[in-house]
């Protein structure tokens, strides 16, 4: 059974940093491309950033670039999101996803909440 779990989330003031996790189970992991994307009350789902199945290509969307880090360890399955100077706008539900050609896989979400 594929699961992507993700896990770290919460409230955060202005500022303030938080580290999202992802763990994989029931696929390969190690083959598959990593994805975090975000949706914020009202809006469309947001690509936040992209790692490669080695980790050695790594892709920011413009809003998050210079304070976010994606991250992958392939022997422990598991996928990570380093969030700093975290900033209201950055208030919505997190996901990861997995992808490998049609394949695409989706966690259940975290909630990230920015506020003072």
């Known amino acids: 059974q594929v699961q992507l779990v993700e896990s770290g989330g919460g409230l955060v003031q202005p500022g303030g940093s938080l580290r999202l996790s992802c763990a994989a189970s029931?696929?390969?992991?190690?083959?598959?491309?990593m994805r975090w994307y975000r949706q914020a009350p009202g809006k469309e789902r947001e690509w936040v950033a992209t790692?490669?199945?080695?980790?050695?290509?790594?892709r920011y969307g413009d809003s998050v670039k210079g304070r976010f880090t994606i991250s992958r360890d392939n022997a422990k399955k598991t996928a990570s999101l380093q969030m700093n100077s975290l900033k209201p706008e950055d208030t919505a539900v997190y996901y990861c996803n997995a992808e490998l050609g049609r394949n695409h896989f989706w966690g259940q979400g975290t909630q990230v909440t920015v506020s003072s």
């Open positions: 029931g696929f390969t992991f190690s083959v598959y491309a």
């Open positions: 790692i490669s199945n080695l980790g050695d290509s790594i």
